[in-house]
């Protein structure tokens, strides 16, 4: 007589089974110091997570793209340079994307980040003479740099559009983005604002051949600031980045307190930064990963499987599903085996962070940032 526990039994068996045959875990992975390049749509958290990149001595930056998303392509740029400019340094940087790839351009990271992007710290900066093909320069950057990291901390459009035209350049490389959520959102309630902004890109980026290593809002919320004193002591830092960073982010919290999140404040971009180079602080598991990619209430909402038992339903249908439940009770149906069959039809496509060591992210943020 088949039980309901015996369906719980059957997909524990086939846990058993794939487990067994599963990636090696990521536990003990030893900070990545291979190179980097930053895609960004340098808002506010953009600009703390790049100036703390900026400080890491044993990692090579080997260049910047620029995103639409938090603000236009163009003020990305110019924020971009204004923020390197401030720090003393020269990188190559790209222009990117100015929309996403099919949806609409939003334009409400205006209300978090402010209209330039920087709650008005930007500075004039010439972004005319720059090189504007972004994709070619993700691809650049993997085929000349081997073992390099792609730190995406803004919409996907640049890394998918480069995997659609250079695709044997990109298989294999390293992304760790910045996006998704499996519970809750920050742009709607189902939906964290960068993949809200081009779903369809985060939908290539899934389907491709890269490492993807997504943290997502589970994670990144669990990394907060306490305001106030964060501003202070950006502002004991004494230099024009510290001037700058202190300006943009007092208005980006009271931005964010504005709408309701008072307190301490959430800082996306650099929690998925240090995380990037120390991923021993984050609990990545692998999931199969979808994506809402219609332009609908649930616009950018990203379906994460990191559990055999959710991993089904996001394979087989419900017709699929009945037609099994009808089989269930029949003496010799071999449960184990459809659902065997089912999980292996859709492998998992991305690792996803749900956890980060809030303690241990903030001390080497804090350490880093704020001599
Ligand atoms: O959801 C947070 C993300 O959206 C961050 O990258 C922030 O800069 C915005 O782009
Ligand atoms: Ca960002």
Same mark, same amino acid.
């Given at each position: 007589m088949f039980r309901p526990g015996h369906l719980i039994a059957a997909i524990a068996l086939v846990a058993i089974a794939l487990v067994a045959f599963a990636?090696?875990?990521?536990?003990?992975?030893?900070? %990545? !110091?291979g190179p980097i390049i930053v895609d960004t749509d340098i808002g506010v958290d953009d600009a703390l997570a790049i100036t703390w990149l900026l400080g890491?001595?044993?990692?090579?930056?080997?260049g910047f793209t620029t995103v639409v998303g938090n603000t236009s392509g163009d003020h990305a740029t110019r924020n971009l340079l204004t923020l390197v400019a401030a720090a003393g340094e020269q990188y190559p940087v790209t222009v990117g994307a100015a929309?996403?790839?099919?949806l609409s351009r939003t334009r409400t990271g205006a209300l978090i980040h402010g209209p330039d992007g920087l709650w008005f710290a930007q500075r004039p900066a010439d972004?005319?003479?720059? %090189? !504007?093909?972004a994709p070619a320069a993700l691809a650049a950057a993997a085929r000349e740099h081997p073992g390099l990291t792609i730190v995406a901390l803004g919409p996907l459009t640049n890394v998918a559009r480069a995997i659609a035209a250079y695709p044997a350049d990109m298989a294999g490389v390293r992304l760790v983005a910045l996006g998704g959520a499996q519970r809750g959102g920050n742009?709607?309630?189902?939906?964290?604002f960068n993949i809200y902004a081009d779903p369809d890109a985060l939908a290539a980026v899934l389907a491709s051949d890269m490492q993807v290593e997504l943290v997502t809002l589970d994670a990144f919320s669990q990394v907060t600031v306490n305001p106030e004193q964060l501003i202070r002591r950006l502002g004991r830092r004494g230099d024009a980045v510290g001037a700058l960073l202190a300006q943009s982010f007092g208005a980006y919290v009271r931005a964010q307190q504005m709408q309701g999140e008072a307190g301490r404040a959430a800082i996306p971009d650099a929690a998925a930064a240090v995380y990037a180079l120390y991923p021993d602080l984050g609990g990545a598991q692998s999931a199969l990963v979808k994506v809402v990619v219609?332009?609908?209430?649930?616009?950018?909402?990203t379906v994460i499987a990191a559990d055999l038992a959710n991993r089904i339903p996001m394979i087989a249908d419900d017709a699929e599903l009945s037609a099994l439940a009808d089989q269930?009770?029949?003496?010799?149906?071999d449960m184990n085996a459809a659902l065997g069959a089912i999980l292996l039809r859709e492998p998992d496509n991305a690792q996803v962070i749900l956890d980060l060591d809030e303690g241990a992210v903030l001390r080497l943020f804090e350490r880093d940032l704020l001599r």
């Open positions: 990636a090696p875990t990521q536990a003990g992975r030893k900070q %990545p !110091t890491q001595p044993n990692v090579e930056i080997v929309d996403p790839l099919e972004i005319a003479g720059l %090189p !504007t093909d742009r709607t309630p189902v939906a964290e219609d332009d609908g209430l649930a616009r950018g909402q269930a009770f029949t003496p010799g149906s």
